[in-house]
């Protein structure tokens, strides 16, 4: 057989950049980890949210509010993402990331404080 089978006809897979990377880390612990955090243990605990403007959408609509208020964030994210000099591009996902792994841990700490509290 030849070479004109399917898989010399497909592209060769790449290797993601350093920039995809960071802000893959950036949606999973800002996105999914803050929120998760967030959800469930303002669902099972007596805890509340400190940030007032997200206590405001809460009372309003609901818990899962969060979810939109955190992708709402990540347009401005994303601009000054882009809006950045290509050489400070990356410094923009690493804050985030940071971030999302600072309120994941501070929901954590606060949620098993008030578990423990509360138990």
């Not at 939109?68 to 690493?94: C, D, E, N, Q």
Request: glycine residues 10%; proline residues 6%; hydrophobic residues 50%.
């Amino acid at each position: 057989m030849g070479g004109s089978g399917l898989l010399t006809r497909l592209p060769a897979l790449t290797r993601p950049s350093i920039n995809t990377i960071a802000w893959i880390c950036a949606v999973i612990s800002y996105v999914i980890g803050d929120t998760a955090t967030t959800v469930y243990f303002l669902s099972t605990t007596p805890a509340t949210e400190a940030n007032p403007l997200v206590e405001t959408l809460i009372g309003s609509y609901g818990l899962w509010a969060i979810v939109g208020w955190k992708l709402l964030l990540f347009g401005p994210f994303y601009l000054v993402y882009r809006l950045s000099p290509a050489w400070a591009r990356i410094t923009v996902p690493i804050v985030v990331a940071l971030l999302g792994v600072v309120l994941t841990g501070w929901n954590l700490y606060h949620g098993l404080v008030v578990l423990q509290c509360c138990a």
